[in-house]
């Protein structure tokens, strides 16, 4: 851990008092607790510590919590205090604001005493001009005496202003905390009672409708018999189905309900709506000069003191010249050019400005101050009266609100129980839609079972089609393979199995549903059975179902086919619809009349939804019957412009046959006889009038259209286009050219001759253009054809837009109804949750009171006496959530009476842990006496056993004497314990600096190794390695098993080695 996570947070804390606007700022750390903030703020404040109330922004400051629970100290947070005791309807309200200010302070001095009070050195100047510097020496040491006294009573003032307005600042961010704080709780009891006034509104509405209509629904119930197959000796109709003991006297009894309840729902409307009147009185008013004003206030009187400060600097400066002036004259250090008198004619004016105008003016500059001292002290105490009202406003408004809080839970369980007592009326009205619902449901089952057996024979055929195709497959390839693969070996391969055929059957089921079909719905179960909410939605989605159904039947053979539906054997594609249809429809209308009765379609979100979706299907429909008017109008248009068209051909080819027959007749009789005048002159007549074609045209048509004859300019689109083409073919018709009229060889003939043979010419060249506009006629004809097939085509697919158009609306139905549905599971989880959550509050709220029993027994007591109570009512309501709270309870009970009972079990061990204690340190006294006594025992025999050499078992620390054996090996000498050796680097310690080998060795014992001596595992080949591999496996020559002991000793500090002359090699 880093140090700087170690480092406690200290800083300033600013605390201020709501009620008067005092600040404070206090120097702490995180860890401060809160309590001794609040002790130390009584001691400066004089509030009690019980009646402080310490809120940081929207939080209240716990006692028990340190500062660092809520990020403090910091230098941009503060803290307001508010005194409980000012809340209080019986507090008295602040006095006036008290100005501390003493007039003793900075008195006015006193004026300069006469010449002989106070002499001077040059009083007896024999010069009067000298004479007279001493009287404006005092006079100018008394106006800036009197100005200074003045600019430090304005001084004082003005600081008292500036405090003022702070403190007023400080008042006014302290209500806005407090309001703050109310509107937070203002808000949640608002919302919570537009919550239950909606909730009222909707079963209050309700439980009218039930009491109002509840005849006419008897009524109703009685007039609807039932299906004759249905009705028994006692069951004859609808009404049947009520018990009509005691029906009477439960609407009663429901009605007084509903009255005494409404009644009682009024009072406490008329309570929160007080409630509610004072709390937006209490945020509208504010006070009677905000704190921004009063300090722009202040500031601009800021220029006082700085005119003052002016004038004071001027005084200072004259003060300071006439005392020059005085000491020069006094050490006759006067210049030359100023004179006495000069000096004093100087200072005449001076005195004449002090006097007349640098101390008028700062007095009028304190008069000014003191007037703004005067109303910053009447606002402040106007202040302290308002916030002292708001406070206790807003302590009278957060008590009602805590009342109505507490009402909310016992209005909430009688709506419950108000709900719960009408179920029965509701039960009478939900008759007869479930009824007709019920119809509904068996004709869906009808429909729904003659699509399912459809598609199963659908099925049948599909599978014996693939059969059919896998079998001429096989015989395909075997037809094939066979001429190269003999038939035995295919058989042996299995290749001459076929498919067996596959028989769908399917059981016959709703075998006993009525015999009933959509029609017979409303004649059985009218629509008026499902009452007013319902007849809207029912009646829109029937029509719209019956709408498309009729629409579906009109279509054309074509939209038929290119529907998506698919063709089941043995019924058409367009049976196939009208059955998914009346499906469709049936299902719709069970699920309307399964709704609840409660339910109202005008104001509730799934009564928009529905009607909203209602008149999309309607408005899409009247769109759809729209556009199909307008195709069928446009191909009944084209059709007769076609039979027009028809008829002005035939016309136009009689009249080019009745050309041609002419223009025959004419060439015959030019070329088989000279012609005569008379002759020439018909022919010409007749070439005339042939040649003026829209006259003779329009004299044997006379019934014919004008737009035929003329061209107009004014038509438009295609109309225009083919009534021009046919006009102009009209206009432009003369018969075909006759080459033969051409002659090769000259004709002599008269200038009537030439003139004919001229007209021939022109009308042979007007018949070949009229051929060229025929077939420009008979193009735009084949042109129109096609057109009209585009028109037909496009009325195929206006009619495939309408189905699917039909699918999307059935699609929108069904989104509704899944909506809906999730409503009402939504409203029913939401209103057991709500249950819920109120009977587990009320639950906390008896576990609260048993909790703030006093004392550990009353706790417990108090416990036992809520789980009994909880475990006698367990039986009365079955909810998950508060058997498991009950379930807790109990538990916790339990463990709170083992809790006690091992308090009190451990206290009564504590008593006798005391006594024991006690007389244990008693007994522990004497035992440490005792074992100093034998520790200094021990120590001495120690001290003298530390000089001893052991003989017995060698232990640390001891001290061992080795010999040297005839090994070469030194071995501890002891009496019970053998084969202790000395170990090789003790050896060498000894005797490295000696130049024999000792034949004793003493030693202290430093360390001490225990081994044990191994057998040798193989057997060596030379006699060699084995004394050479026995050697190292057992140093010491002991047999194999036997332990042995390496000891490591050090030399003595204070002995000497004695050793006997060095052995015999």
Do not use: W
Not at 876 to 898: P, S, Y
Not at 955 to 978: D, K, M, P, Q, S
């Amino acid at each position: 851990m880093s140090s700087s996570e170690n480092v406690i947070q200290r800083g300033k804390l600013l605390v201020h008092i709501a009620e008067n606007g005092h600040s404070f700022e206090l120097e702490c750390d995180e860890y401060t607790l809160v309590e001794s903030i609040q002790q130390y703020l009584e001691s400066l404040s004089g509030i009690r510590l019980t009646d402080q109330l310490l809120l940081y922004l929207d939080l209240k400051l716990e006692p028990q919590n340190p500062l660092s629970a809520y990020k403090l100290p910091s230098d941009d947070r503060e803290i307001f205090v508010f005194n409980k005791s000012k809340m209080r309807s019986n507090s008295v309200p602040p006095g006036s604001e008290e100005l501390e200010l003493s007039e003793n302070e900075y008195p006015d001095p006193q004026r300069p005493a006469a010449s002989s009070h106070d002499p001077h050195p040059l009083d007896e100047a024999p010069d009067p001009a000298l004479k007279a510097l001493p009287s404006y020496e005092r006079q100018f040491r008394y106006h800036y005496r009197l100005g200074d006294a003045i600019y430090r009573r304005t001084l004082v003032k003005y600081e008292m202003c500036n405090r003022f307005a702070r403190e007023f600042g400080v008042q006014e961010k302290a209500l806005e905390i407090a309001r703050g704080n109310l509107d937070h709780f203002y808000k949640m009891i608002l919302q919570n009672y537009m919550d239950f006034a909606k909730c009222y509104s909707q079963q209050q509405r309700t439980h009218s409708n039930l009491l109002v209509n509840f005849g006419r629904d008897l009524e109703r119930l009685k007039s609807i018999k039932l299906i004759p197959m249905l009705q028994t000796s006692d069951r004859k109709c609808l009404l049947d189905f009520v018990k009509e003991d005691n029906l009477q006297k439960m609407v009663d009894d429901c009605s007084n309900s509903h009255r005494q309840f409404e009644s009682k729902v009024g009072d406490f409307k008329q309570e929160f709506g007080e409630l509610k009147q004072r709390t937006e009185h209490l945020f509208s008013s504010k006070a009677s000069i905000f704190s921004k004003d009063l300090e722009r206030t202040v500031s601009e009187h800021e220029h006082h003191i700085n005119e003052q400060k002016s004038i004071m600097q001027a005084l200072s400066k004259d003060v300071g010249l006439v005392k020059k002036l005085v000491d020069d004259c006094l050490t006759s250090q006067l210049s030359n050019s100023l004179r006495p008198h000069d000096a004093v004619s100087a200072l005449g004016p001076m005195y004449e400005g002090h006097d007349k105008s640098y101390l008028p003016k700062m007095q009028d500059c304190e008069r000014a101050i003191s007037n703004l001292l005067i109303f910053c002290k009447n606002k402040k105490t106007e202040m302290n009266t308002f916030v002292h009202k708001y406070m206790q406003k807003i302590a009278y408004i957060q008590y009602t609100i805590k009342d109505v809080r507490y009402k909310f839970s016992v209005f909430t369980e009688a709506l419950k129980r108000q709900n719960d007592q009408f179920e029965h009326l509701k039960v009478v009205r939900g008759i007869g839609p479930a009824y007709r619902a019920c119809l509904a449901e068996i004709v869906r089952r009808k429909a729904s079972m003659k699509l399912y057996m459809g598609m199963a024979g659908q099925l049948a055929e599909r599978l014996a089609t693939k059969r059919e195709l896998e079998i001429r497959r096989r015989e395909d390839f075997l037809k094939v393979n066979s001429l190269f693969i003999p038939r035995d070996i295919l058989a042996s391969m299995g290749l001459y199995d076929t498919p067996s055929t596959c028989n769908v059957n399917v059981a016959p089921f709703d075998t006993n549903l009525l015999d009933i079909d959509i029609s017979d719905l409303d004649s059985f179960a009218p629509e008026h059975l499902v009452g007013v909410s319902f007849r809207k939605g029912l009646s829109s989605i029937s029509q719209d179902g019956e709408e498309s159904s009729e629409i579906g039947t009109e279509s054309f053979n074509d939209s038929v086919e290119a529907s998506e539906l698919v063709e089941i054997a043995g019924t058409s594609k367009l049976e196939v619809e009208n059955a998914k249809l009346k499906a469709e429809l049936a299902s719709n209308i069970a699920i309307l009349c399964s709704f609840s009765p409660d339910t109202e379609f005008e104001d509730g979100e799934i009564g928009n939804v529905l009607k909203n979706s209602a008149e999309k299907t309607a408005e899409a429909l009247r769109l759809k019957d729209e556009h199909e008017k307008h195709l069928v109008n446009m191909l009944k248009v084209k059709q007769m412009q076609c039979e027009s068209y028809e008829k002005r051909i035939k016309e136009l080819e009689n009249r080019l046959s009745d050309q041609y027959s002419l223009e025959n007749k004419i060439n015959k009789d030019v070329s088989s006889e000279p012609m005569d005048e008379a002759s020439y002159a018909s022919s010409l007549l007749l070439l005339k009038s042939g040649g003026n074609t829209n006259d003779s045209f329009g004299t044997l048509n006379p019934n014919l259209d004008s737009s035929m004859v003329e061209p107009t300019h004014d038509e438009k689109d295609e109309k225009e286009t083919m009534v021009l083409a046919t006009s102009s073919t009209a206009e432009y018709m003369s018969p075909p050219p006759l080459k033969e009229l051409t002659f090769d060889e000259p004709v002599e003939a008269s200038g009537g001759d030439a003139e004919l043979q001229n007209l021939l010419t022109e009308k042979s060249n007007q018949l070949n253009e009229m051929e060229t506009k025929l077939q420009a006629a008979m193009e735009e004809v084949t042109r129109l054809v096609s057109e009209l097939e585009i028109s037909r085509n496009l009325l195929e697919q206006s009619q495939m837009n309408c189905a699917h158009l039909e699918n999307c609306l059935h699609e929108a139905r069904e989104e509704a109804q899944t909506h809906l549905c999730a409503a009402d599971r939504k409203a029913a989880e939401y209103t057991a949750l709500r249950a819920s959550v109120v009977k587990i509050r009320s639950l906390f709220e008896r576990l609260k009171t048993c909790v703030s029993s006093s004392g550990v027994a009353g706790f417990a007591e108090s416990l036992r006496a809520l789980a009994q109570s909880l475990a006698t009512s367990a039986n009365e309501n079955g909810d998950d959530g508060i058997n498991e709270f009950r379930e807790c309870i109990r538990v916790f009970m339990e463990k709170v009476l083992l809790l006690t009972r091992q308090r009190a079990e451990l206290i009564d061990r504590y008593t006798k842990a005391e006594t024991s204690h006690e007389q244990l340190a008693k007994d522990l006294e004497e035992k440490k006496e005792l074992a100093n006594t034998l520790y200094m025992k021990l120590q001495t025999e120690k001290q003298v056993n530390k000089e001893k050499i052991s003989f017995g078992r060698l232990e640390l620390h001891e001290i061992a004497a080795f010999v040297l054996n005839a090994a070469g090996h030194y071995e501890a000498i002891n009496r019970n314990c053998t084969h202790y050796y000395l170990s090789s680097e003790s050896v060498a310690l000894f005797t490295d600096h000696l130049p024999h080998r000792p034949t004793y060795i003493v030693g202290q014992i430093v360390h001490i190794e225990k081994q044990a001596v191994k057998s040798s595992p193989v057997q060596s080949p030379t006699a060699t390695t084995s004394s050479m591999g026995s050697s190292q496996l057992n140093p010491y020559g002991l047999p194999a098993g036997c332990e042995y002991f390496i000891v490591t000793v050090a030399m003595l500090p204070d002995a000497t080695t004695i050793h006997s002359p060095a052995a015999a090699s």
